[in-house]
């Protein structure tokens, strides 16, 4: 838990020089409501504490082709209602957010002490790693206590940097130009990279299954485990995969967000070793 204050002048500025660089490539909702993102008091109104949560996601048999946190239900969804169950068993007022709202999640996990952004940008929690979804309660009251932010534990290390594929972290944030999660998750149009995909044709695992303070162990949540129907899919299979079977396969998954024409966008420049077709 953390103080619901504005955030600290180093984030505001990273931030800043992030969207001048136009680092966010088509996302432009991220140059929207830059001031909402920058204090979460003007979400909610009078809010006082900021509660930061993480849920593990590693599934224990990943599909090949997709990012582990998209081969179960759809977070955005599990999360929020797990969240709404912990407003009211806590008894506080406010407001849940998941990944739909312009707050700097990643900062307010840090803050809250769950862990620290390491050089792929994302949390990392001691001897877990990174494999998890966030999740925020920012309410009215006040809390008999607040935990301390902690301290980056990555020193010299650059693993995730060097496992990175398209060099999307070299400047020290995620250039989305280059990244390719990015590029096969939000990218509407061609397909702009000079790189083949080789580990999947929906998001990328590779900087998250590089960092040392990862763990092996999956997650027991059965929201987060693929359907049997995914399991079934091969290489070959995807590659003659209908808008039926889309559909049918993803059904309540975050991997709509991506659109029929852009998964299959992705499957053309999708080269997975051992291909079986």
């Known amino acids: 838990m953390a103080r619901a204050l504005p955030l600290d002048a180093d984030a505001q500025a990273h931030f800043g020089r992030w969207l001048a660089e136009g680092a966010h490539a088509g996302m432009d909702y991220m140059a929207r409501n830059v001031r909402?993102?920058?204090?979460?008091?003007?979400?909610?109104?009078g809010a006082q504490t900021v509660v930061s949560v993480a849920l593990p996601?590693?599934?224990a048999h990943p599909v090949d082709g997709?990012?582990?946190?998209?081969?179960?239900?759809?977070?955005?969804?599990?999360?929020k209602d797990r969240l709404q169950q912990l407003m009211q068993e806590i008894g506080a007022t406010g407001r849940c957010f998941v990944d739909t709202a312009p707050l700097a999640e990643k900062y307010w996990a840090w803050r809250c002490g769950l862990g620290w952004q390491g050089r792929h940008t994302q949390?990392?929690?001691p001897g877990q790693g990174s494999m998890f979804f966030l999740g925020e309660l920012v309410v009215e009251q006040m809390a008999?206590?607040?935990?301390?932010?902690?301290?980056?534990?990555?020193?010299a290390c650059r693993r995730c940097v060097d496992a990175c594929p398209a060099h999307a972290l070299d400047r020290g944030w995620v250039d989305?130009?280059?990244c390719l999660s990015y590029l096969t998750i939000e990218h509407r149009g061609p397909?702009?990279?000079p790189l083949r995909l080789s580990s999947a044709f929906y998001g990328c695992d590779e900087c998250l299954k590089a960092c040392p303070h990862g763990s092996h162990a999956p997650c027991g949540d059965a929201a987060f485990q693929?359907?049997?129907?995914?399991?079934?899919?091969?290489?070959a299979s995807w590659r003659t995969l209908t808008l039926e079977q889309y559909q049918q396969l993803f059904k309540g998954s975050a991997v709509k967000r991506a659109k029929y024409d852009g998964i299959m966008r992705n499957i053309r420049a999708w080269e997975p070793p051992g291909l079986d077709n």
């Open 36 to 45: 909402l993102r920058m204090d979460p008091s003007l979400l909610v109104p």
């Open 57 to 59: 996601y590693r599934p």
């Open 66 to 79: 997709l990012a582990w946190y998209a081969q179960g239900k759809d977070y955005h969804v599990v999360v």
């Open 123 to 125: 949390l990392v929690i």
């Open 144 to 155: 008999d206590s607040y935990d301390e932010p902690m301290e980056n534990h990555c020193a």
């Open 176 to 178: 989305a130009r280059r």
């Open 191 to 193: 397909w702009l990279s």
């Open 226 to 235: 693929p359907s049997d129907a995914l399991l079934a899919m091969t290489s």
